[in-house]
């Protein structure tokens, strides 16, 4: 079946640490997006990727990083720099071409301890 | 820039009532609409969508109409479940976008008491 995966579902980590998530996609799109969700909020835009070996900046890209070496992935790597990384991460990704909705995956939690 | 406004939450409601949540965007060109649905812990799944002014999108009893004129794509049921209970988005993404990217709402919380 077709989709994407994000990996862990649920991650801890200390501060000071850097933590990368995981996003695969065999869905063949071109396009990839990294959003935060906090409590009760909407999705903040973090990274985009419109094609392999190029990303953007989203709206709140400071302490995060990116790569987009193969078209099926497109990891995030919460660094140390990022002040309140506890939240919702959720990947997503899109055909890249016209207006066509996004597909999303499960979702990883990650918690600072 | 693009944005789009969601009525707050959360909305309570009975079982087999009916269901409204507004949505109005500001958008330059012409955008596409669209409404996900996200059950706890989990990502986001497009409910409907609409591409064009007058479209109307449906799915699993949901509709949303896209309306040029007074600029809105309100969500509509005519009788939730408890099952319903979720958080709602509204989204768009235009070609005026750079890059083409969906902008959302900041969601509605529905919660259907039995």
């Known amino acids: 079946d077709g989709g994407i995966t994000q990996s862990p579902k649920y991650l801890f980590r200390k501060e000071g640490q850097n933590v990368t998530l995981s996003c695969e996609q065999n869905?063949?799109?071109?396009?990839m997006y990294w959003y935060r969700q906090d409590p009760g909020q909407g999705l903040r835009l973090i990274y985009y990727?419109?094609?392999?070996?190029?990303?953007q900046k989203g709206d709140i890209a400071e302490g995060y990083s990116v790569s987009r070496e193969k078209k099926e992935s497109f990891p995030l790597t919460v660094t140390s720099a990022q002040k309140n990384p506890t939240a919702f991460y959720l990947c997503?990704?899109?055909?890249?071409?016209?207006?066509?909705?996004?597909?999303f995956g499960q979702g990883t939690r990650l918690t600072v301890v | 820039g693009n944005s789009v406004t969601q009525m707050e939450g959360p909305v309570t409601l009975s079982e087999e009532a009916f269901l409204t949540i507004n949505c109005t965007y500001t958008a330059t060109g012409y955008p596409s609409l669209f409404w996900y649905v996200q059950y706890p812990g989990e990502g986001l799944q497009l409910l409907l969508k609409a591409t064009k002014a007058d479209d109307k999108g449906s799915n699993k009893g949901f509709e949303a109409t896209y309306r040029k004129e007074t600029t809105s794509f309100h969500l509509e049921k005519g009788s939730v479940q408890v099952s319903d209970s979720a958080v709602y988005f509204c989204?768009?993404?235009?070609?005026?976008?750079?890059?083409?990217?969906?902008?959302f709402g900041a969601g509605t919380i529905l919660r259907v008491k039995s």
């Open positions: 989204a768009l993404t235009s070609s005026r976008e750079y890059g083409n990217k969906l902008v």
């Open positions: 990727s419109q094609i392999v070996n190029d990303f």
């Open positions: 997503a990704s899109r055909p890249g071409t016209g207006l066509s909705e996004a597909f």
């Open positions: 869905l063949n799109h071109d396009a």
